[in-house]
């Protein structure tokens, strides 16, 4: 029962990054840092919880898979911290598929944004301008065009409860 209660409560932080997110196109650093709290807080309390050193390897497993991506521009500081926050609730194991699933989603969510805008020429030359400028956080003169920003905190909002709800129906 206390590790349902917990996966609410981090349920309840992810939709309210996600809304966060889709709304004004961040996430607050607020509710991540609330969410590591309580994360650790749990694992200290309750022990039917991943435990704290669990924890501790899920968050740096969250960051550490969605940091190139912030490196490379391909997403924003905040969906970085929202990984680990889940990386923190969930430990190691379930961070690694949760990540895997917001991938998927958020692969999907990112092919038919291109595809409703008919920006298949833009996306080429972003991709062919990546590797000269991986880590410049400048923008280059003479750039590609954005094809826009997607509210990730969504897409591991979607993929973690895909993950929490796979695990909970094959306990």
């Given at each position: 029962?206390?590790?349902v209660f917990f996966h609410l409560v981090l349920?309840?932080?992810?939709?309210?990054?996600?809304?966060?997110?889709?709304?004004?196109?961040?996430?607050?650093?607020?509710?991540?840092?609330?969410?590591?709290?309580?994360?650790?807080?749990?694992?200290?309390?309750?022990?039917?919880?991943?435990?704290?050193?669990?924890?501790?390897?899920?968050?740096?497993?969250?960051?550490?898979?969605?940091?190139?991506?912030?490196?490379?521009?391909?997403?924003?500081?905040?969906?970085?911290?929202?990984?680990?926050?889940?990386?923190?609730?969930?430990?190691?194991?379930?961070?690694?598929?949760?990540?895997?699933?917001?991938?998927?989603?958020?692969?999907?969510?990112?092919?038919?944004?291109?595809?409703?805008?008919?920006?298949?020429?833009?996306?080429?030359?972003?991709?062919?301008?990546?590797?000269?400028?991986?880590?410049?956080?400048?923008?280059?003169?003479?750039?590609?065009?954005?094809?826009?920003?997607?509210?990730?905190?969504?897409?591991?909002?979607?993929?973690?409860?895909?993950?929490?709800?796979?695990?909970?129906?094959?306990?």
């Open positions: 029962m206390a590790t349920v309840a932080l992810l939709l309210a990054a996600a809304l966060t997110d889709f709304r004004h196109h961040r996430v607050s650093n607020r509710l991540v840092l609330g969410g590591l709290l309580a994360a650790f807080a749990f694992h200290l309390v309750v022990p039917t919880t991943v435990g704290v050193w669990s924890g501790v390897l899920g968050m740096l497993l969250g960051f550490a898979l969605l940091l190139p991506f912030y490196l490379l521009r391909g997403m924003a500081a905040g969906d970085v911290k929202l990984m680990a926050m889940v990386g923190a609730f969930v430990g190691p194991a379930l961070t690694f598929w949760a990540v895997v699933a917001t991938f998927l989603i958020g692969g999907v969510w990112a092919i038919v944004v291109v595809a409703r805008r008919n920006a298949w020429a833009r996306l080429a030359a972003n991709l062919r301008h990546l590797p000269s400028h991986a880590g410049d956080m400048r923008m280059p003169v003479g750039g590609t065009a954005s094809l826009g920003r997607i509210p990730y905190a969504v897409a591991i909002a979607c993929g973690t409860i895909a993950v929490l709800a796979v695990e909970l129906v094959s306990r």
